[in-house]
T-cell receptor, first 112, second 115 residues
Framework: GESVGLHLPTLSVQEGDNSIINCAYS??????FIWYKQESGKGPQFIID?????DKRQGQRVTVLLNKTVKHLSLQIAATQPGDSAVYFC???????????FGSGTRLQVQP | DGGITQSPKYLFRKEGQNVTLSCEQN?????MYWYRQDPGQGLRLIYY???????QKGDIAEGYSVSREKKESFPLTVTSAQKNPTAFYLC??????????????FGSGTRLTVV
């Protein structure tokens, strides 16, 4: 089955710096990946997604990079703001099971 | 506004009791999901349903049951067979086809505590 993991449980950055959150997945059949942001006591919110036929996708202040060779994806947040403080999850899906498998999350702490 | 609503926000259960968590969506989504979240862990899939009157077990279905009698509703029952039910439960829905096949809309969660 799929397992999705994150390299660091907590990431602390200074306001204005760029943040990079990493994620590894195990199932080479995974073809769709999503990053979610979760604030305390709330449900996760969609940030950005990417399909396996892409290497990079950009949104507003966020970029997702996908390296299928090493089964790794990352979320880059430019000019990190205090409002970016939250837990970030990556999730992966494969064509066989139409449900997402989530990683354990990275807590991003933005220092003023 | 369209959205997905979970109720109650907080729920307390006594040992040996069954409890049912509500999840309702008015997004006209076909697929619905239940996840469990424990502190310091990711979301683990309990059950999911791609269509009315059909559902599949996820990774941790033991001790849980669901029904999908209406497109809008996907209630989760935590039975007494679930030995460690204290957790944060998240319901989600999605359109199972299209560009964002698996992009979920999440509810705000129900925090269940066994007392």
């Amino acid at each position: 089955g799929e397992s999705v993991g994150l390299h660091l449980p907590t990431l602390s950055v200074q306001e204005g710096d760029n943040s990079i959150i990493n994620c590894a997945y195990s199932n080479s059949a995974s073809d769709y990946f999503i990053w979610y942001k979760q604030e305390s006591g709330k449900g996760p919110q969609f940030i950005i997604d990417i399909r396996s036929n892409m290497d990079k996708r950009q949104g507003q202040r966020v970029t997702v990079l996908l390296n299928k060779t090493v089964k790794h994806l990352s979320l880059q947040i430019a000019a990190t703001q205090p409002g970016d403080s939250a837990v970030y999850f990556c999730a992966a899906a494969d064509t066989g099971r139409r449900a997402l498998t989530f990683g354990s999350g990275t807590r991003l702490q933005v220092q003023p | 506004d369209g959205g997905i609503t979970q109720s109650p926000k907080y729920l307390f259960r006594k040992e040996g009791q069954n409890v049912t968590l509500s999840c309702e969506q008015n997004l006209n989504h076909d697929a619905m999901y239940w996840y469990r979240q424990d502190p310091g862990q990711g979301l683990r899939l309990i059950y999911y349903s791609q269509i009315v009157n059909d559902f599949q077990k996820g990774d941790i279905a033991e001790g849980y049951s669901v029904s999908r009698e209406k497109k809008e509703s996907f209630p989760l029952t935590v039975t007494s067979a679930q030995k460690n039910p204290t957790a944060f439960y998240l319901c989600a829905s999605s359109i199972p086809s299209g560009v964002s096949d698996y992009g979920y809309t999440f509810g705000s969660g129900t925090r269940l505590t066994v007392v």
